[in-house]
């Protein structure tokens, strides 16, 4: 079976490429691409002019089975990440109970691929149940189909359990996925230390603890050699440290959210939970430097950092609620606040969330050349629409961006060339 994508505008990462053109599927695989005569194909599929670009990589997806099933299940997250242009996602192993054994890790590649129309790959903890104490058994995990390690936002106090467990993976060439935060610091912290959290009176953190977690991460890394990326850089006072860590020639590589690409600090208003995430929202300095270190490629990845919480855990005061956000829908509209306001190109976009992730995995998604699996995503990036959070696929509704006014639509999401979402 072969498909051909006609009058479409192709979205290249690899190339860095925004250009007019039609894509031929064959197989579920990306056959040719090309801008002049089209050959035949036994199904055409006319863009219009709309986008056509590499399925989105979303590294640090939450997805709560088992244990909490109620705010999120393989079944409604792949509904919501097919719905926003997602078609692989990679899980975050904190669920209830942590995902550190090989039967654990089974579980979770069975249940997705029951219920999720997406690829699912699973991530396991660095630690036995995430407490930090004993490293879990890297060589089974692997073997069971792990892709990376990480307690996610439990940061391993002990030093010398994180580096036993850095020289163990270096010896496997595993990846070790860190959250840097100085614990001690940002312990029961809901804001970042400034003028706007003072005057609210909320516990805050300051900037200074990512920059102080990463420095010791970044030692470790030298220390050990072993391949590391940093979940979420949200300071400026970080980037210096992340960049001479790549000019020193470290296997290092570093995310952001997306919440903290395109909302800051004073976002929280009057207490507004549902921008309650880990690590806080930061200063609108630190959100532009963010986007510039993305653009320069300092910053290699953008994720949702998807986490879903039910009403009765947001419903609370500002300093108890629960922290995170769902954003396997909005990941794709909120990026295109950043293209909307000339910040990141459509191919500089699709470098951080498609081809960077996708290579950092040794995946062989994320780009359009021949190949290449056809996990594909069609979208209009002009089109306006107000954001309505009950309509989400997600169980859990916790998007911060409910009742703005948001641009870019998915009009049809591919895995393997067969079609998992369209738009009504």
């Known amino acids: ?29 990306i056959a040719a691409s090309g801008t ?33 099933r109620h705010k999120e299940s393989y079944k409604t997250a792949g509904l919501a990440a097919a719905a926003g242009g997602v078609t692989t996602i990679i899980t975050r192993p904190d669920t209830l109970p942590a995902t550190d054994t090989p039967e654990a890790l089974e ?120 391949r590391y990326h940093a979940d979420q850089i949200t300071t400026a006072r970080a980037l210096p440290a992340l960049e001479r860590a790549k000019k020193n020639g470290f296997d290092i590589t570093a995310g952001t959210s997306i919440h903290h690409l395109t909302l800051n600090e004073l976002d929280v208003a009057d207490y507004r939970t549902f921008f309650k995430i880990k690590p806080p929202l930061r200063s609108e300095d630190d959100r532009l430097a963010v986007v510039a270190a993305v653009k320069s490629g300092l910053i290699d990845i953008i994720s949702s950092m998807h986490t879903p919480q039910d009403e009765e855990s947001k419903r609370l005061p500002f300093e108890e609620a629960a922290s995170g956000a769902v954003a396997l829908e909005t990941l794709l509209p909120a990026a295109m606040r950043l293209y909307h306001a000339d910040h990141l190109t459509l191919p500089e976009l699709w470098r951080a969330m ?56 998915v009009l049809a999401t591919y895995v393997g060339g067969t079609p998992v979402y369209r738009r009504a």
């Not at 002049?36 to 599929?45: C, H, K, N, R, V």
Request: proline fraction near 7%.
């Open 1 to 29: 079976m072969s498909t051909l994508f006609t009058s479409a505008r192709l979205i290249d990462p690899e190339a860095n490429t925004d250009a007019s053109g039609w894509l031929l599927v064959e197989n579920g695989t």
């Open 354 to 409: 498609s081809l960077n992730p996708a290579n950092r995995l040794g995946l062989p998604s994320g780009r359009l050349t021949s190949g290449a699996p056809a996990d594909l995503v069609l979208f209009d990036p002009d089109a306006p629409f107000i954001l309505d959070r009950t309509k989400l696929q997600s169980k859990s509704k916790n998007t911060p961006f409910d009742g703005q006014r948001m641009q870019g639509k």
């Open 36 to 68: 002049g005569d089209a050959p035949q194909a036994d199904e055409a599929i006319d863009c219009n002019g709309k986008c056509l670009a590499p399925g989105i990589v979303d590294i640090g997806v939450k997805v709560c089975e088992p244990g909490e």
């Open 107 to 226: 579980f979770v590649e069975r249940r997705a691929n029951e219920a999720a129309p997406v690829n699912v790959l699973p991530m396991a903890a660095l630690t036995k149940g995430r407490e930090g104490r004993e490293m879990t058994e890297f060589g089974f995990l692997l073997d069971a189909g792990a892709v990376a390690f990480t307690d996610c936002d439990h940061v391993v106090t002990n030093t010398k359990v994180l580096t036993r467990a850095m020289t163990y993976a270096r010896a496997l060439g595993a990846l070790i996925i860190s959250h840097p935060q100085e614990p001690g610091l940002s312990s029961g912290a809901a804001a970042t230390s400034g003028k706007f959290a003072a005057l609210r009176g909320l516990p805050t953190v300051s900037p200074m603890a990512e920059r102080m977690g990463l420095d010791r991460d970044i030692a470790l890394v030298e220390m050990t050699g072993v």
